[in-house]
T-cell receptor, first 112, second 114 residues
Framework: DAKTTQPPSMDCAEGRAANLPCNHS???????VYWYRQIHSQGPQYIIH???NNETNEMASLIITEDRKSSTLILPHATLRDTAVYYC?????????????FGPGTRLSVLP | DGGITQSPKYLFRKEGQNVTLSCEQN?????MYWYRQDPGQGLRLIYY???????QKGDIAEGYSVSREKKESFPLTVTSAQKNPTAFYLC?????????????FGDGTRLSIL
């Protein structure tokens, strides 16, 4: 699976959009980009995933660049409850039985 | 509500004791997984199961055992052979293993040594 690079930490004002970047320059054609978040002492929560096209659900939007070498997770109106560690993961659809590799992630702090 | 239930939330093990962590899902998912998370670390795969009555070792299976007798249940036993069992244990499931499907996680069991 391709490696991802994320900033270690970010701050965001409550009510504003939080834009979390992820670099995955070695991604290959059949690898998906997944985003999870983990609040202390809880299990990782699935947010969104995509292959090539931008995706949106009730939680967030995922913007993938045309060359697929980077992506951005957008939380449109961040709240204090969005404070968490956010993980960007790249994983191939062919990876049967392989784990999701969670790196250090980005610690997002939403400030009042 | 559909989801993954892990129990207990906290568990204490005495030296030489085997303990079993429960994981139940009502999502009708075929694949289930067990991970271990140590403080400040990522997740490491212990065991996974693609289908009932079948399971495979992950990266750190030594000292652990599993069973998959029912689709909705995938219990993990931490045996006395696991010398460093203190960790946060996470169970996950997915519709199947391929096709880009995400894994969904339970809220974990925190295991400590007495």
């Amino acid at each position: 699976d391709a490696k991802t690079t994320q900033p270690p930490s970010m701050d965001c004002a409550e009510g504003r959009a939080a834009n979390l970047p992820c670099n995955h320059s070695t991604i290959s054609g059949n690898e998906y980009v997944y985003w999870y978040r983990q609040i202390h002492s809880q299990g990782p929560q699935y947010i969104i995933h995509g292959l090539k096209n931008n995706e949106t659900n009730e939680m967030a939007s995922l913007i993938i660049t045309e060359d697929r070498k980077s992506s951005t997770l957008i939380l449109p109106h961040a709240t204090l409850r969005d404070t968490a560690v956010y993980y960007c993961i790249v994983r191939g659809s062919y990876n049967y039985g392989q784990n999701f590799v969670f790196g250090p992630g980005t610690r997002l702090s939403v400030l009042p | 509500d559909g989801g993954i239930t892990q129990s207990p939330k906290y568990l204490f093990r005495k030296e030489g004791q085997n303990v079993t962590l429960s994981c139940e899902q009502n999502l009708n998912h075929d694949a289930m997984y067990w991970y271990r998370q140590d403080p400040g670390q990522g997740l490491r795969l212990i065991y996974y199961s693609q289908i009932v009555n079948d399971f495979q070792k992950g990266d750190i299976a030594e000292g652990y055992s599993v069973s998959r007798e029912k689709k909705e249940s995938f219990p993990l036993t931490v045996t006395s052979a696991q010398k460093n069992p203190t960790a946060f244990y996470l169970c996950a499931s997915s519709i199947d293993q391929g096709g880009g499907q995400p894994q969904h996680f339970g809220d974990g069991t925190r295991l400590s040594i007495l």
